[in-house]
């Protein structure tokens, strides 16, 4: 319906924005890397015309300056386009009415975990709501009034086929409660028959809801694991090692394109960690769809 058409849409644009703003981020960082190899291959080429290096050695120097001159034609066309798509799905009339922030929002703390976000979609997910309020609407037009308990619907199967022996297992608690009826007079037993049926549909809607949810949330929880990997751990080592090789150039253990090679690996540290960013923040997106109801 309407709201579901209004929360594809929201979604669609929060998507739309994360990319957005991380190709502008990462053609940023690309365009540093053009630079550095910009200067490679001019002094690498000066080198040369003064008979201080090979023209393999200038070669491996000129193709790096080709290779993220590429890239940043990439950079530079993906950020653009993922800001022109932006700008079709907030309706504005130009591109430069809209203003991007720097950089991605940083990742949150931590994450809430599993039971609680399952516990969060039987309470707001919009084909849930939905399907109770059909089942309710049902036990109206049958005339039952008596309810004598409620059922977790998530656990049909589970009551039906049940054994003696076996306790049921549990782990945690997850339900998703209608009301059963009073079935003792003969002439409500075709209300009963109805009414299961549709306890039985309210039942693979939740275990589908449920399904759906535990897939987002595990992309959720994967891509969170990654982009904190790159922030800890990956971009502060090659940081470390940026800094521990600008002592040793300065010190003249290393030469200037050994400094620049350094210079272009850390950039590309720093632009793998911004697309995981980004790819937790489009999982996330995918995630908040979930709860809705609108995987």
Avoid: C
């Amino acid at each position: 319906g309407l709201v579901l058409d209004v929360l594809r849409l929201a979604a669609d644009t929060r998507r739309a924005w994360v990319e957005a703003v991380a190709a502008a981020q990462s053609a940023r960082y690309q365009q540093d890397a053009l630079v550095a190899a910009e200067a490679g291959a001019d002094l690498a080429r000066r080198m040369v015309e003064t008979g201080n290096w090979s023209v393999l050695r200038q070669t491996r120097e000129q193709r790096a300056y080709a290779d993220a001159a590429l890239d940043a034609a990439r950079a530079a066309q993906r950020s653009k386009r993922t800001r022109e798509r932006l700008v079709r799905l907030l309706g504005l009339p130009h591109g430069e009415a809209l203003q991007l922030p720097e950089r991605l929002p940083d990742l949150p703390a931590t994450l809430p975990a599993l039971p609680d976000v399952e516990r969060q979609a039987m309470d707001s997910r919009l084909d849930l709501q939905a399907i109770r309020l059909q089942t309710e609407a049902l036990a109206r037009n049958l005339g039952l009034t008596r309810r004598t308990r409620f059922v977790n619907v998530l656990e049909l199967g589970a009551l039906n086929n049940r054994s003696n022996e076996a306790p049921l297992q549990r782990g945690y608690e997850i339900s998703f409660e209608l009301p059963l009826f009073d079935w003792g007079q003969t002439r409500v037993v075709q209300a009963e028959s109805r009414y299961r049926q549709a306890l039985e549909r309210a039942r693979e809607t939740a275990v589908n809801a449920r399904s759906e949810v535990r897939d987002a949330y595990a992309m959720q929880q994967s891509q969170y694991a990654i982009a904190r990997h790159l922030r800890d751990e990956v971009v502060p080592l090659k940081q470390r090692i940026s800094e521990e090789n600008q002592y040793r150039y300065n010190g003249m253990l290393i030469g200037v394109f050994e400094l620049l090679a350094d210079a272009r690996s850390q950039i590309a540290s720093v632009n793998a960690a911004i697309e995981a960013q980004r790819d937790f923040w489009l999982a996330d997106a995918d995630m908040q769809m979930a709860l809705a109801g609108t995987p």
